[in-house]
């Protein structure tokens, strides 16, 4: 006890470095890594919204692969229950997208998007235009269209910036092979 009253300057200066060090290495840590709140900001200094999909040179398999469909018909469109059935646990529908930045997008590592039908309120040329903003906005997304249209402009700038398309009629196992090419 005599040593520590003693000596009590040198024990709690050697303390307090050691919790400065710790906190300063995790204030530093936190700065390095996107922030206190990992919202990064660009040059403009505006938010941008942070893509949450794994690159796509990292592995994804069943259980952690993200897969969105947007359909306006998605509750007639019995793909999703297929492949939940098959393993593709994270597979989810919405109706439509109102916000490039909706949560369900950033999350999602492949996204299937309608031609007719959705992006209506943000695109004249609705799914294809949602489509190339999405890719645009999350280039390591894959962004694949479909639709039950035979025909259209398979020439359209927009058609050739997403990752692939095929028709909604197409059998399950185009789907699921799709899926597994860009997993």
């Known amino acids: 006890m005599d040593f520590i009253i003693e000596n009590y300057k040198w024990i709690f200066s050697g303390i307090g470095v050691i919790i400065l060090g710790w906190v300063g290495k995790l204030f530093f840590s936190r700065i390095r890594n996107g922030g206190m709140n990992n919202i990064t900001i660009n040059n403009n200094l505006q938010s941008k919204p942070k893509d949450l999909t794994k690159p796509k040179n990292e592995t994804r398999t069943k259980g952690n692969c993200h897969i969105l469909f947007i359909d306006d018909q998605h509750n007639d469109f019995k793909m999703v229950s297929i492949l939940k059935k098959a393993g593709w646990i994270n597979t989810k529908a919405i109706k439509d997208l109102t916000d490039l930045d909706d949560y369900k997008v950033k ?7 309608d031609i007719n039908g959705v992006g ?44 692939n398309s095929l028709p909604k009629n197409a059998e399950p196992y185009e789907f699921i092979s799709l899926i597994e090419q860009y997993s």
Request: no cysteine; charged share 25%; aromatic share 10%.
């Open 120 to 163: 209506t309120t943000m695109f004249e040329d609705q799914g294809l235009g949602l489509a190339a903003a999405l890719k645009e906005k999350y280039p390591n997304k894959t962004i694949i269209l479909y639709s039950a249209e035979p025909t259209g402009n398979r020439f359209n700038k927009k058609l050739r910036m997403v990752d």
């Open 107 to 113: 999350v999602a590592d492949i996204v299937f998007v």
